[in-house]
């Protein structure tokens, strides 16, 4: 059974960094999709970051661009989101998901992502 494990929320001011883990396990395929959504208070959920374990691909959301960055160590089994420049509106629960790799990793629709880790929560004050 899949387990998805995030840490690293925490609160910060405008600008400033944080980085967000996400420890795997119970993916037994040699390539899976993974990737960070948010979730802010009376939004829809929100794909933000995503990558092809197997080749390292990754795809990202326009609204972070250039901010963010995501990244792995298959050697721990961990999914790393380092967000940087952070903005108010940056504010939300974080997930970590997980999906089968024999699709398009940067779909964010939620047809890929079926393993949901618990969240943790960023919050960014202006």
């Known amino acids: 059974q899949v387990q998805l494990v995030e840490s690293g929320g925490g609160s910060v001011q405008a600008g400033g960094s944080l980085r967000l883990s996400c420890a795997a396990s119970?993916?037994?395929?040699?390539?899976?999709?993974m990737a960070w959504f948010r979730q802010a208070p009376g939004k829809e959920r929100e794909g933000v970051a995503g990558?092809?374990?197997?080749?390292?691909?990754?795809y990202y959301a326009d609204s972070v661009t250039g901010r963010f960055t995501i990244s792995q160590d298959n050697a721990k089994n961990t999914l790393y989101l380092q967000m940087n420049s952070l903005k108010p509106e940056d504010t939300a629960m974080y997930y970590c998901?997980?999906?089968?790799?024999?699709?398009?990793?940067?779909?964010?629709?939620?047809?890929?992502?079926?393993?949901w880790g618990q969240g943790t929560q960023v919050t960014v004050s202006a």
């Open positions: 998901a997980a999906g089968p790799g024999r699709f398009y990793c940067g779909d964010f629709s939620g047809r890929v992502y079926r393993y």
């Open positions: 990558i092809v374990t197997g080749s390292g691909r990754t």
């Open positions: 119970g993916y037994t395929d040699s390539s899976y999709c």
